[in-house]
């Protein structure tokens, strides 16, 4: 495809949209982008920082990341100003960004305080504000403190005084400026995926009572961080709270499967959800009955899923102020056969549910064979989770699309985004769903996890091999900028066009560089291949 024939394609689509839908976002929409602390900050064992699990897990386990890590990642902790601007280019209304627990708290007990470490957010955070860009931020995305996980980590149920004590910390220190704030980022994943698998942070394999374990923890302790927010923060500073969930959008290979699908969401989604956005709280029904029948059968005494108590369920039910949803991906249920593998839920499929999980067929890719695209999947999940839970606000708190290499003209993405944008305008002002803000993920370049560097999310592209991770604006960033500049999808397309005669001057210049720099070592060639002729006669 031609350099013509994309921005055409790019164009084509925005007229196609505004003639379809009124494509203008309301004005209390906000538009951001989101990291976490280990996928960008490196610098990990910097300024008395403690370690935290996926330090210790990629350091002992050197082959799981494709011999990658996050110790330096995008080296966020001596670039952050670099952070800062990317999201001032694009006039962000929000950055979303993770605390690392050990960062502050380098024992992860409240005991020992890190001055550095809670020096450098409080400059984060006053950066942003002088920018005009909202903090919004995340007390845990995945990087649990060592000495925690030595004494359980979230199968512990002390866990939940743990995690209350970090978040009060945390609250004293910046609530007077953060207004917006995740507990806990993505419980399902790492609780369900982590233990089933083994293959993540901590490295454990235990998905009989783990992952179960875990759930009613983060349940718990996202509980107690908001609970203590609400009665000793929010009086003063004001704030709202919430955590960040990632729901899949399971769709039911054949409409007989139907009651199957509605099972798998629940156990994917609801599991992290019910017990707080429901009207009654504790664990769905379904599952709740499910789990039972199962443990007995399996010869266990009671439910492999521990129950709340009724204290419990009145504790954690209604502790959110709306609703944070990631959302990345659509996949399709059905029964396993005889010779099926369920594996790891929620990637392939559920022993419990005795069924498999497989891609949609005809799906396009990014550089992640787990992320088909699928952006109505989108506003599918949002209409399940107001037909679920009534009409709470609901915020996107991730949101993006993988590329591999370092194209710089990333029209997957920018179509990506167009598409999954055109399903949040559709949630609002079709299916009558309150979305409130969208981030995207993410705004650089960043650790992926168990893909390392091979899965690249960023809006900005990071160059990993140089000293000072330089940031360089993908065509995407443009894209976006226009969407948050002019409030719409279908944005003047002069905006657009300057940002790609950008984008080519840019590239021109990067070529004039590398020709210069080619002539300068051929010249140097040419001289010394003279003087060894020369000595030769």
């Known amino acids: 495809m031609t350099m013509l024939s994309r921005v055409a394609v790019v164009l084509c689509a925005t007229l196609h949209i505004s003639r379809a839908i009124d494509t203008s976002f309301p004005p209390f929409f906000k538009f951001g982008a989101a990291t976490s602390a280990y996928q960008v900050e490196g610098a990990w064992n910097t300024d008395g920082k403690g370690e935290n699990v996926w330090d210790l ?3 002992t386990h050197p082959g799981k990341a494709h011999n990658a890590t996050g110790d330096v990642a995008a080296d966020s902790y001596h670039q952050w100003r670099e952070d800062v601007k990317a999201a001032a280019d694009m006039k962000l ?4 960004f993770s605390i690392n627990w050990a960062r502050v708290l380098p ?3 409240s005991n020992e305080l890190n001055d550095a470490g809670v020096k450098y957010y409080s400059e984060l955070i006053d950066a942003l504000l002088a920018a005009g860009i909202e903090p919004m931020v995340t007390l845990y995305h995945w990087d649990l403190p060592v000495n925690i996980q030595n004494l359980g980590g979230w199968t512990n149920p002390l866990i939940v005084d743990w995690f209350g004590e970090y978040a009060r910390i945390i609250y004293s220190l ?4 953060v207004k917006i704030w995740l507990t806990i980022n993505e419980p399902n994943v790492f609780c369900d995926i982590f233990y089933i698998s083994g293959e993540s942070a901590p490295g454990i394999k235990e998905p009989v009572l783990a992952p ?13 961080a908001y609970r203590i927010f ?3 923060f929010r009086p003063r500073y004001t704030g709202k709270v919430s955590l960040a969930n990632n729901v899949l959008n399971i769709e039911p290979a054949s409409p007989k499967y139907e009651k199957l699908a509605e099972l798998g969401r629940e156990h994917q989604t609801g599991r992290y959800s019910h017990p707080i956005f429901s009207k009654h709280g504790g664990w769905p029904p379904s ?3 499910l789990m039972l029948e199962l443990s007995l059968k399996q010869g266990h005494k009671e439910s492999r899923l521990p129950p709340f108590t009724k204290e419990e369920i009145e504790y954690v039910r209604g502790t959110a102020d709306f609703y944070g949803l990631n959302y990345y991906t659509t996949y399709i249920i059905r029964p396993a056969k005889l010779d099926d593998k369920p594996g790891v839920w929620f990637l392939t499929g559920s022993p419990e549910l005795g069924a498999v999980l497989e891609n949609p ?8 064979p787990t992320l088909p695209v699928a952006p109505k999947g989108l506003r599918r999940v949002m209409a399940w989770l107001r037909r679920q839970y009534g009409d709470i606000d609901i915020f996107i708190t991730e949101n993006g699309f993988t590329s591999s290499g370092h194209e710089l003209e990333d029209y997957h993405r920018v179509d990506f985004y167009k598409k999954h944008l055109k399903e949040v305008l559709l949630s609002m002002k079709v299916d009558n769903v309150s979305v409130t803000g969208y981030a995207a993920w993410s705004l650089v370049d960043d650790f992926e996890w168990l893909s390392g560097y091979t899965a690249l999310f960023g809006l900005y592209e990071i160059d990993f091999d140089h000293p000072n991770r330089t940031r360089t604006p993908r065509l995407s960033s443009y894209y976006y900028a226009c969407v948050i500049e002019h409030r719409t999808l279908a944005f003047p397309d002069s905006c657009y066009q300057k940002h790609i005669s950008r984008l080519r001057k840019r590239k021109a210049r990067s070529r004039g560089q590398i020709s210069a720099k080619f002539s300068i070592v051929l010249n140097a060639v040419l001289v010394l291949l003279s003087i060894s002729i020369c000595q030769l006669l």
């Open 230 to 232: 609400d009665q000793e």
């Open 107 to 109: 024992t992860g007990f």
């Open 174 to 177: 910046y609530a007077s400026r």
């Open 287 to 289: 599952i709740e009955k």
């Open 93 to 96: 209304h929000f950055y979303r």
């Open 361 to 368: 067929s005809n799906a396009q890719y990014g550089a992640s």
């Open 212 to 224: 179960y374990l875990c759930n009613k923890h983060t349940m718990l302790a996202h509980a107690r």
């Open 57 to 59: 897990y990629l350091h």
